[in-house]
Structures are given as structure tokens and as C-alpha cells.
Nanobody, 111 residues
């Protein structure tokens, strides 16, 4: 099964931007359903975005601010995050339906 490694997190001020990356251990096709999720300690994981052969979908909380896309040549998944808010602070994970949960990448939005 594909292994995924997230990176690109960091500390950013409210209103700022970050781009998260997710490197896949094997070829990813345009038909493969891939997700970004996030989790705040002590809370359940929250779905953020999905990309598939049918297009993209976003949680209401990030619609219009986040963009998910992928590069099938580089086997990479991305999440562009704009207009970041403190409530976006979380550990972000990329996922397929069959991949294990990775380590995630921490995003902190704070002054």
C-alpha cells in the first residue's frame, strides 16, 4: 500500500498562507481518491478536502480558502492554504482510503 509523508507545516500569522505537500511512495493516478485531514489534540480528526477523478471537495470551514491539487508525475499531493485563521491550527494529514495514517505536519496560526 502507498506510504504518504506530509511536510510544509509551520508557524504563520493570521491571514497568511502555507502550502502543504504530501509525497507518495508509489505512482498515484488521477482516479485515486486522496484526502487532507486535520486534528487538534483532544479532538476528533476533521476532514478538510478530497481530490478524485470527479474533482475536488472541501469542508465548509475551508471552502474558498484552501485548494487541493496533485502532480501525478511527481507523485505529490498539495494543499494550498490562504487566509489562515487561528482555528486552522492543527496537525494535517494526507490519506488515501488504504494508506496508514502518517506523522502529519503541524500548522500553527498565531500572532
Amino acid at each position: 500500500q502507498v506510504q504518504l509523508v506530509e511536510s510544509g507545516g509551520g508557524l504563520v500569522q493570521p491571514g497568511g498562507s502555507l502550502t502543504l505537500t504530501c509525497a507518495a511512495s508509489e505512482t498515484i493516478s488521477s482516479a485515486l481518491i486522496m484526502y487532507w485531514w486535520r486534528q487538534v489534540p483532544g479532538k476528533e480528526r476533521e476532514w478538510v478536502a478530497t481530490i478524485s477523478g470527479a474533482g475536488t471537495r472541501y469542508a465548509d470551514s475551508v471552502q474558498g480558502r484552501f485548494t487541493i491539487w496533485r502532480d501525478n508525475v511527481k507523485n505529490m499531493l498539495y494543499l494550498q492554504m490562504n487566509s489562515l485563521k487561528p482555528e486552522d491550527t492543527a496537525v494535517y494529514y494526507c490519506k488515501t482510503n488504504r494508506s496508514p495514517w502518517g506523522q502529519g505536519t503541524q500548522v500553527t496560526v498565531s500572532e
